[in-house]
Nanobody, 114 residues
């Protein structure tokens, strides 16, 4: 089994920044794609950003230009740099990866106060 653990969430004022980290461990062979989803209260989980092993990334329109996803393949870690945060970014953020099947982290709460 692969374990996925996020960190870096918290409370931040609007306009501030946070950096989320996600480290995968366990039976790691080759992780094709890693990314971040988020789920706000009362809403469905939505894609925030994804990145392939080769470094190709994609973003939701709502975060484009504000968030940056990156990964360190040697450390099996993916990051999400979140700048210019808005109250609408408030959600539980989940790390996600593909290695034969989907794996999910436990989620980390991000709260953006106005």
């Amino acid at each position: 089994q692969v374990q996925v653990v996020e960190s870096g969430g918290g409370l931040v004022q609007a306009g501030g920044s946070l950096r989320l980290s996600c480290a995968a461990s366990g039976r790691i062979l080759s992780i094709k794609t890693m990314g971040w989803f988020r789920q706000a209260s009362g809403k469905q989980r939505e894609l925030v950003a994804v990145i392939t092993r080769g470094g190709t990334s994609d973003y939701a329109d709502s975060v484009k230009g504000r968030f940056t996803i990156s990964r360190d393949n040697a450390k099996n870690t993916v990051y999400l740099q979140m700048n210019s945060l808005k109250p609408e970014d408030t959600a539980v953020y989940y790390c996600w990866l593909i290695q034969g099947q989907d794996y999910w982290g436990q989620g980390t709460q991000v709260t953006v106060a106005s």
